[in-house]
């Protein structure tokens, strides 16, 4: 008779054995979570920017948080969308992008990839001592 497909209570097959469903014979990719979609953004923007300016900028990291912790006084209106901490002789710089505020100010992809955009060229011409405007022509103050 072959496998039993359904359980002693008549249900069908239930917890990780289901796949997704198959799409022109191949399985549909698993869904991207945001934080995915936001990491792969982040990845491509500083790849390419770093690359641009990596003679000048030497080793940086970069990281993406969900949220920045801010003390309990923060006085300030707004949270940060974004960290630079300048490297010493013995650690490197590094920028962190905080990715729910970030995604807060956003409605669509595109306002998404721009302000990730600005962000990142924002710190890097911090870091540089240069206008944003001459680190990626892309960039426009808002």
């Known amino acids: 008779m072959g496998a039993q497909r359904r359980d002693r209570r008549g249900r069908g097959m239930r917890g990780p054995a289901i796949l997704p469903p198959v799409r022109g014979g191949r399985r549909a990719p698993a869904r991207r979570t945001s934080r995915q979609r936001f990491d792969d953004l982040a990845l491509g923007i500083v790849t390419e920017l770093d690359g641009r300016w990596q003679h000048r900028l030497g080793l940086v990291e970069y990281a993406v948080e969900d949220t920045p912790l801010v003390p309990d006084d923060w006085d300030m209106p707004t ?19 905080f990715r729910r505020p970030i995604e807060q100010r956003c409605e669509t992809r595109e306002e998404l990839e721009a302000l990730v955009l600005t962000v990142v060229v924002e710190q890097l011409a911090e870091l540089l001592g240069v206008d944003a405007e001459d680190v990626d022509p892309r960039y426009t103050a808002e």
């Open 79 to 97: 949270v940060p969308l974004s960290s630079l901490v300048r490297g010493t002789a013995t650690q490197p710089t590094r920028l962190v992008l």
